[in-house]
């Protein structure tokens, strides 16, 4: 017979605590500083004081103003939300004929969606924009500076990376629930749908959030695929932190402060999902 342990079993609980208390300072101090430096005003910031003299909670009013952050989050959510879901929606499609199907091709498939993650991502700029503008020449079809264009481009690295994901995870569901369904005269498509889709709901889950955070923590191609209309929250702060550089009176206040609203939808996502996110990631994992 096979002990099982569980994991409040091996360590006591002094020093589990002592453990999450460390940790939980090492993650918290950065956030900490950073909101002690949006509530503090700037000539106190450039002069070096760690403690304000008083709370200038204003530069959370200035700085929708200052850097049109309300366009920026709006651009930041339909871009990386419009990706990740399409994202999802094909990679379920794929990982399932993967997983139920063998045809030639098969293996070399699966592996070109790890070798994909291997490829820096700044080796693909150039040959992404250059394509973008030949399609624009042929079919006369803007893409530069469009939604569409950086939703194409986020689709490039959230599609293998989830596709690979939902491949771990189908493979674990079992085949048995699929034939007595299609047995009762469900076909592939309605057993998709119907069966495999609500038992891999959590592995659903976990690609979608990290095929949103592949948009939604891009700067790179954001800056130069979209126009001033369509850049996301990071290309604005990028240009906004630019800006104070050689100014008279950096705004460290209010760019601290666009910081912490930009990194809100994050942590809300994390939070709403963090059932699905702890089961999806464990589920997969494990042959059963």
Same mark, same amino acid.
């Given at each position: ?80 939300? @419009?990706?990740?879901? /399409?994202? !999802?929606? %094909? #990679?379920?499609?794929?990982?399932? $004929?993967?997983?139920? &199907?063998? =045809? ?86 309605? @057993?998709?749908?119907? /069966?495999? !889709?609500? %038992? #891999?709901?959590?592995?659903?889950? $976990?690609?979608?959030? &990290?095929? =949103? ?76």
């Amino acid at each position: 017979m096979k002990h099982q342990y569980k994991t409040q079993e091996i360590l006591p609980p002094w020093v589990r605590v002592l453990l999450i208390i460390v940790l939980a300072t090492f993650v918290l101090i950065p956030v900490v500083y950073i909101f002690m430096l949006s509530v503090t005003p700037d000539i106190e910031i450039n002069n070096g004081q760690l403690l304000p003299s008083h709370w200038a909670f204003d530069n959370y009013a200035q700085m929708w103003s200052t850097i049109n952050l309300a366009q920026g989050l709006f651009n930041s959510v339909l871009i990386s939300l @419009t990706a990740s879901t /399409i994202a !999802v929606f %094909l #990679a379920v499609g794929a990982a399932y $004929v993967i997983t139920r &199907f063998h =045809f030639r091709g098969r293996i070399v498939y699966l592996y070109s969606l790890v070798g994909l993650q291997a490829i820096p991502s700044v080796m693909l700029l150039l040959p992404l924009f250059v394509l973008f503008i030949s399609i624009q020449s042929i079919i006369h079809v803007m893409l530069v500076g469009t939604y569409t264009g950086v939703i194409i481009t986020y689709l490039t690295f959230s599609l293998p990376f989830a596709t690979w994901l939902l491949v771990s995870y189908l493979a674990n569901i079992p085949l048995d629930i699929e034939e007595a369904a299609m047995i009762d005269g469900a076909t592939r498509l309605q @057993t998709l749908w119907r /069966i495999v !889709v609500p %038992l #891999a709901l959590p592995g659903l889950v $976990v690609a979608l959030v &990290f095929s =949103f955070l592949t948009g939604w923590n891009d700067v790179l191609f954001a800056s130069v695929l979209t126009s001033p209309e369509t850049q996301t929250v990071g290309v604005q702060l990028q240009a906004f932190s630019a800006a104070q550089e050689g100014g008279a009176l950096p705004l460290y206040g209010q760019l601290m402060s666009a910081a912490l609203i930009s990194g809100l939808p994050v942590v809300i996502l994390y939070m709403v999902f963090q059932k699905y996110l702890i089961g999806g990631l464990t589920a997969g994992s494990v042959k059963g």
